[in-house]
């Protein structure tokens, strides 16, 4: 199973761009790369998934460099309620959660 | 779609006493069902898989059992609860499809006290 890294925590402002990096070097080849958003007391919440290249929805953007070896997930113009534990994830059978990034958004 | 439903949301239980938790799945059915446990502050941790009916594998050694016994259900037992079984459990499923990522039922907050 590959195994990510993300930073612990992040700080930002409401109506800033927030890009989280996700390291995976490790990645098979036909492994996806997901990310999931959770607040307190909740279970995750899909945000976003991606191939390769990029993946824009209503919520996220995704970025990933043609190596595959990273993404970032990018949150345009956050707000406070974003603020939330964000996890980076590959491969689609018994995903394996990290402890994710801890997103603070600051008035 | 999917939904998980999870119940009860909240449970405080005095160690030694037993444990049933319950997962049920609504919408759109794939056959593999997860159990995670959160720590406070801390990463989801995989307890049970299960691909069909009957069909249990544990990830970690523990004090928890799972059991599938409907192809919707997925339970998490204990005979005897510690108080390290505290924590928030989580059942999940891969839902609608690789492209959706996986759903997560709300949870039950387990307090052994």
């Known amino acids: 199973l590959a195994k990510t890294t993300q930073p612990i925590s992040m700080d930002s402002y409401e109506g800033q761009e927030v890009n989280i990096t996700c390291s995976h070097n490790n990645i098979a080849t036909n492994d996806y790369i997901t990310w999931y958003q959770q607040f307190p007391s909740q279970g995750p919440r899909f945000i976003i998934q991606?191939?390769?290249t990029k993946v824009t929805n209503e919520v996220a953007s995704l970025f990933i460099p043609a190596d595959r070896k990273s993404s970032t997930l990018s949150l345009p113009r956050v707000s406070l309620s974003d603020t939330a534990v964000y996890y980076c994830?590959?491969?689609?059978?018994?995903?394996?959660f990290g402890k994710g990034t801890r997103l603070h958004i600051l008035p | 779609s999917q939904t998980i439903h999870q119940w009860p949301a909240t449970l405080v239980q005095p160690v030694g006493s037993p444990l049933s938790l319950e997962c049920t799945v609504e919408g759109t059915s794939n056959p593999n069902l997860y159990w995670y446990r959160q720590a406070a502050g801390r990463g989801l941790q995989l307890l049970f898989y299960s691909v069909g009916i009957g069909q249990i594998s544990s990830e970690v050694p523990q004090n928890l059992s799972a059991s599938r016994p409907q192809d919707r259900q997925f339970i998490l037992s204990s005979k005897k609860l510690l108080l390290s079984d505290s924590g928030f459990y989580l059942c999940a499923s891969p839902g609608g499809g690789t492209l959706n990522g996986y759903t997560f039922g709300s949870g039950t907050r387990l307090t052994v006290v």
């Open positions: 994830l590959v491969g689609d059978d018994k995903i394996i």
């Open positions: 991606g191939y390769k």
